[in-house]
């Protein structure tokens, strides 16, 4: 879901790996403050993915520190059988289990220790994961290859979209359906964990996706590379970004009524009232936030670009 950020990253910083100390977790109203709780991970670092389990625990992805477990107990790093810490995406199953996409392929977490679950034909790092209705493991790579686990955890195979464009984001809806985003501004639904596709979009976006959502009603939400938030209507697609300052989505996240989005300059919240965004908070202005988790008690927690995670309310 991060896969644009991902890919401008890598070409930057090609044999460098962004490394950071603690991951800070900020609570702020008005003004941020800090929690006095800490644990292991990355202040300074790149959190590229979160996940939230039904028990409340926090599953963070950073590209350097590896994962991190926020519960009642605080903060821990869960890296045993990991071969990278370079980890790009996450995902639970209904089993209860833990997939992360990294720079090795694919990894899934039981009994407290990471298993390497793919080979062939994933090849790249894993920059998108959902779980589909059997517990199949559909993924997005860097070279934006689309790719699925099948539910037994043996065998791997690469999914092919009818369109010739590449995918780039990768959603669930609460039916189970597998929505595919591309860089051409398409969107594709699968109702068989990836077998066949169905083209959604009626017309392609001029601007190439970022990231998606599928809301509470089923409706498709698209975030862009530069035109911000679409929502696709019986006419088409239709803009949606009234209030935003900044074109650049890259993590969408609904909670009740309010979708927030996670952009170039922060955090921003809608409300199905009013169709206006706000900013959910100053204090990350001009920081890219990377993914978005939503945790109860209307906390937001977000991923960013440097400044590990920070929590919101």
Not at 3 to 12: D, G, P, Q
Not at 293 to 303: D, H, I, P, T
């Amino acid at each position: 879901m991060i896969a644009m950020f991902i890919e401008t990253t890598m070409k930057l910083f090609s044999h460098i790996l962004i490394i950071g100390g603690l991951i800070l977790i900020l609570q702020c109203d008005s003004r941020a403050t800090e929690n006095s709780s800490r644990g292991a991970g990355a202040n300074r670092g790149f959190v590229y993915a979160q996940v939230c389990d039904v028990s409340g625990n926090l599953y963070v992805a950073t590209g350097g520190q590896g994962i991190f477990l926020n519960n009642a107990d605080g903060w821990r790093s869960i890296n045993n059988g990991l071969a990278t810490t370079s980890v790009y995406s996450l995902a639970i199953d209904q089993r209860a289990i833990l997939y992360a996409g990294t720079d090795a392929g694919l990894y899934a977490f039981s009994n407290n220790l990471w298993k390497h679950v793919t080979d062939e034909p994933v090849g790249q790092s894993v920059v998108g994961l959902v779980v589909g209705r059997g517990g199949v493991v559909v993924g997005v790579t860097s070279e934006k290859n689309l790719f699925r686990l099948r539910s037994d955890e043996k065998t791997t195979e690469r999914i092919y979209l009818p369109g010739k464009g590449e995918a780039v984001a990768v959603v669930t809806s609460s039916s189970g359906a597998i929505f595919v985003g591309t860089a051409d501004g398409e969107v594709y639904r699968s109702d068989d964990d990836g077998g066949s596709w169905v083209n959604v979009s009626r017309t392609p976006l001029n601007y190439g996706l970022s990231s998606l959502l599928i809301d509470r009603n089923g409706n498709i939400v698209a975030g862009t590379r530069g035109g911000g938030v679409f929502k696709l209507e019986n006419e088409g697609w239709k803009r949606a970004s009234t209030g935003l300052s900044s074109g650049v989505i890259y993590a969408l996240a609904q909670e009740e009524e309010f979708l927030f989005a996670g952009t170039d300059d922060g955090v921003y919240v809608l409300s199905n009232r009013n169709d206006q965004w706000t900013k959910f908070s100053d204090m990350l202005t001009k920081i890219p936030v990377l993914s978005l988790a939503l945790r109860g008690n209307k906390k937001v927690y977000a991923g960013t670009s440097g400044f590990g995670v920070v929590e919101i309310r």
